[in-house]
């Protein structure tokens, strides 16, 4: 089945690299096999002139479409695109990219502050409030050994640093709950 493509795009294409070498290893030919099981072959010349071309190269054609190395990729292109088109396209392509990354990048350092905010100290007031509330001691048991401020919903869950959602545990029944809830 033919790939319909859109007019002024540029598609990845599937290629594999093969090459075949003679006695001793040296390199004789590189073929590239694309998207039908067909390929290309290369001999050593035109194979490293493809690396260090800094200018797209017109590959084969299949079907009306046509494989292009450019920027470091194999594209397939409709018929009739010039090698200036398929740069432009290219180049897009990566600096679209680019952005991408930048834009997750961003996020992820987004994600990354919020869980940090979420691992602050809580504040004095609240601790206080929290304190004076549960009078010194663990809500559990009563010990008043090995005291920590424990969130009744966990932050993972959803839970904030409001002194409704603190309470007091010691450190067993702190223990004892992180066991039971997991
Ligand atoms: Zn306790």
Not at 12 to 40: D, M, P, Q
Not at 48 to 58: F, Q, T
Not at 122 to 141: K, S
Request: aromatic share 8%; net charge neutral; charged share 35%.
């Amino acid at each position: 089945m033919r790939t319909i493509l859109t007019r002024m795009s540029l598609q990845r294409a599937n290629v594999r690299i093969e090459e075949r070498r003679g006695f001793f290893g040296a390199l004789k030919e590189v073929r590239l096999w694309f998207s039908r099981g067909e390929h290309v072959a290369l001999n050593r010349e035109a194979w490293d002139a493809l690396g260090r071309s800094g200018e797209p190269v017109a590959l084969g054609e299949d079907g009306g479409r046509r494989l292009w190395y450019a920027e470091g990729g194999y594209y397939w292109a409709e018929d009739g695109m010039d090698a200036e088109a398929v740069a432009l396209l290219a180049w897009d392509r990566e600096r679209r990219q680019d952005a991408r990354l930048d834009r997750l990048r961003k996020i992820r350092a987004a994600e990354e502050d919020a869980e940090r905010g979420r691992r602050e100290r809580l504040p004095d007031e609240v601790r206080a409030a929290v304190w004076h509330r549960d009078e010194g001691r663990c809500v559990r048991c009563g010990s008043e050994q090995e005291l920590q401020f424990d969130h009744v919903i966990p932050f993972s869950r959803g839970g904030s640093n409001a002194v409704e959602n603190i309470q007091i545990l010691c450190g067993p029944c702190n223990r004892a709950k992180g066991d039971s809830i997991v």
